[in-house]
């Protein structure tokens, strides 16, 4: 009897273990994604802005820099939002 319990409980964990894997892989999938579009956007705005002057420029990659930050953060919030619920 005992061993079935630990038996079944190895498994479980395991398959828990795989679960877990699974789910980071598909975090890191979308993570990638995000930052794939983000690059994107951002040598689209880089290109758009290149007309005007250089100060301008640095000031706007600043500015550029903090809103890819928030944006991973707010990712990083939703990932772990999603984590919670599949719990």
């Given at each position: 009897?005992?061993?079935?319990?630990?038996?079944?409980?190895?498994?479980?964990?395991?398959t828990?273990?795989?679960?877990?894997?699974?789910?980071?892989?598909?975090?890191?999938?979308?993570?990638?994604?995000?930052?794939?579009?983000?690059?994107?956007?951002?040598?689209?705005?880089?290109?758009?802005?290149?007309?005007?002057?250089?100060?301008?420029?640095?000031?706007?990659?600043?500015?550029?820099?903090?809103?890819?930050m928030?944006?991973?953060?707010?990712?990083?919030?939703?990932?772990?939002?999603?984590?919670?619920?599949?719990?």
């Amino acid at each position: 009897m005992m061993l079935m319990m630990i038996m079944t409980t190895t498994t479980m964990t395991i398959t828990m273990m795989m679960l877990m894997m699974m789910m980071m892989m598909m975090m890191m999938m979308m993570m990638m994604m995000m930052m794939m579009m983000m690059m994107m956007m951002m040598m689209i705005m880089m290109k758009k802005k290149k007309k005007k002057k250089m100060m301008m420029k640095k000031k706007k990659k600043k500015k550029m820099m903090m809103m890819m930050m928030m944006m991973m953060m707010m990712m990083m919030m939703m990932m772990m939002m999603m984590t919670t619920r599949n719990k």
